[in-house]
């Protein structure tokens, strides 16, 4: 048999966005940092090897990017990348 190797649709990379307003995304999907911890732990526990993009709007708070990269370190997810938007 022939086994053609497919991108997997749970290992792609998460992406949690923060817009200018503070708001949270994961996957698009509005979330709070309250729900943010559940969510990467289910992504961790369901992937074997998590990736997390991180998405900064310019005018997003420095405080609530670090807070979500805290929350991604605090779960154990070592593959995260950061892109700022230069508005």
């Keep these: 048999t022939e086994e053609v190797e497919k991108p997997k649709e749970k290992d792609k990379p998460v992406t949690l966005s923060i817009d200018g307003k503070g708001d949270v ?7 709070t940092l309250a729900q943010l911890p559940l ?3 289910t992504l961790k526990s369901t ?3 998590p990736k997390v993009i991180i998405n ?3 005018k997003a708070s420095f405080n609530t990017v670090v807070a979500v990269l805290d929350a991604v370190r ?11 938007d230069k508005k």
């Design 74 to 84: 605090a779960i154990g997810i070592a593959k995260v990348g950061i892109n700022t």
């Design 25 to 31: 995304f994961y996957n698009k999907e509005k979330i």
């Design 39 to 41: 969510r990467l732990q």
């Design 47 to 49: 992937s074997k090897d």
């Design 56 to 58: 900064g709007d310019a």
